[in-house]
């Protein structure tokens, strides 16, 4: 009879032949394969690794998310590191860890404000809100698209409480400035770093500056697991906060499958509970369940080994990008890296000039009929999003740059993904509209 270690083996050996079968083919023709600005870069270990944590049928967090954990730590150097399920649930979580009675005087409260910036994805923007904070929305700068810190501090009043900023599209906001404010003001900061995984500022990475960071695992991001994302800190308060929220509220913190790691299950007092109540079903915090999956992580810690290889591409592609939109200089805003920062750009983003003889929305539009895919950056001016026009946040003097981005701004892709080729038929499809105008 076969062992299931030997069918194990052969099952994983058939995984890797699935792969060179069903992914290895994807030649490149002019115009007719779509040139994506985002998607998922992988060979056949994310497969096995994939394979291997549904043949553990495990589920839940195992083996794959301590080595995933571990990794990130590592790369990044930080301390603590905690996985979820998307990077918009790290940013809720890293938020909500913020509000616990546990911070005493230093907890975020209803009515306090939340410095960040319209211009930008609403995923820094929705957790200030749903906590009754009042976000307070401060201009950027261009061409590095992050945040004016002069306006920013001006902006700061005694209600200030928190800064929540994203590293604009992997390029990093001003890390210094920030922090000083922050240490002035005695803020706390939560670093975004969703789109900026493996960029530097200082020579030192993105992520790890703030109280709290966020890192996202969508396929468009420098790494993925399919949906997840991770919560990073050097406070060990911080971190049991984290875990707190995620974890339902609960106030134990055993690992999954473990029990009474504080030695004290049945013999402590929580809240109105009668003494020595069960520690493993004591809520400290109301909290959610956005734990990640083991099968994301064996996918993530596969992905780890490629992050620094990803970078250096994005970086290349980047640079690529830059000699094309460079010819047409006349015509197109080019983006600028902050002072002091490395960046491993998520995108290459242009603003069309105003005495350019076309709009944004022309030239993407006959880029995007060529298969050239571009975005927007993001939400534009949140402001002025359906969803936001009811909602309480405050406006910091004014949003002049927002508008101009949300009008003429847009990004094409540096992921890792891109060809040669691709950027060959690009330039001769911008050099073709650029012609006719």
């Given amino acids: 009879m076969t062992s299931h270690k030997e069918i194990r083996k052969e099952i994983i050996k058939n995984t890797a ?16 394969t779509k040139i994506n600005y985002a998607g998922r870069v992988f060979d056949e270990k994310e497969l096995i690794n994939a394979v291997e944590a549904s043949l553990d049928f495990w589920l839940t967090e195992g083996r794959f998310s301590e080595e995933f954990s571990d990794k990130i730590t590592e790369f990044l150097g930080i301390d603590f590191v905690m996985l979820t399920n998307s990077g918009s649930s790290a940013n809720l979580l890293a938020f909500a860890a913020l509000t616990s009675n546990k911070l005493g005087e230093k907890r975020l409260q209803p009515d306090d404000e939340v410095i960040s910036v319209a211009a930008g994805f609403p995923a820094t923007i929705t957790p200030i809100i749903q906590y009754g904070l ?7 700068g261009i061409p590095t698209y992050n945040i004016d810190i002069q306006m920013m501090r001006e902006a700061i009043t005694p209600k200030t409480k928190c800064i929540f900023l994203a590293h604009t599209l992997g390029n990093p906001f001003d890390i210094d400035a920030v922090m000083q404010l922050a240490d002035e003001f005695r803020l706390w900061v939560i670093e975004d770093n969703c789109d900026a995984f493996g960029s530097e500022y200082n020579g030192k990475k993105t992520g790890t500056f703030a109280h709290l ?16 994302g991770a919560i990073c800190t050097n406070d060990p308060l911080l971190a049991q906060l984290v875990r707190s929220f995620r974890d339902w509220g609960r106030d134990c913190y055993c690992a999954g499958g473990e029990n ?29 369940n956005l734990k990640m999956t083991d099968i994301q992580a064996a996918i993530g810690s596969a992905q780890m080994d490629k992050l620094s290889q990803f970078c250096d591409l994005r970086k ?15 015509y197109f805003i080019l983006p600028e890296a902050t002072e002091k920062s490395d960046p491993a750009w998520f995108a290459y983003i242009v603003t069309v000039k105003e ?30 999003q359906p969803g936001y026009l009811d909602k309480k946040w405050r406006v910091a003097k004014h949003l002049e740059n927002t508008d101009i981005i949300m009008d003429d701004t847009f990004f094409l892709g540096t992921y890792p993904g891109l060809k040669a080729e691709m950027f060959k038929y690009a330039e001769t499809v911008l050099t073709d509209f650029i012609s006719k105008e």
């Fill in 17 to 32: 032949d699935y792969f060179e079968a069903r992914f290895k083919n994807n030649d490149f023709i002019s115009g007719k």
């Fill in 355 to 384: 005495n350019a003889p076309f709009t944004r929305d022309e030239i993407t539009a006959f880029l995007n009929l060529k298969l050239i895919e571009t975005r927007n950056l993001f939400a534009g001016n949140i402001t002025k």
């Fill in 316 to 330: 290349e592609n980047f640079n690529k990008w830059e000699n094309i939109f460079s010819k047409y200089a006349e």
């Fill in 260 to 288: 009474n790691t504080c030695g004290k299950r049945f013999s402590q007092s929580h809240g109105n509970l009668p003494f020595g109540f069960d520690h493993k079903y004591v809520y400290s915090e109301i909290g959610y």
């Fill in 213 to 228: 960071s966020t890192i996202s695992f969508y396929p468009a991001h420098h790494i993925t697991t399919g949906e997840g």
């Fill in 134 to 140: 009042v976000p307070v929305l401060v201009d950027v």
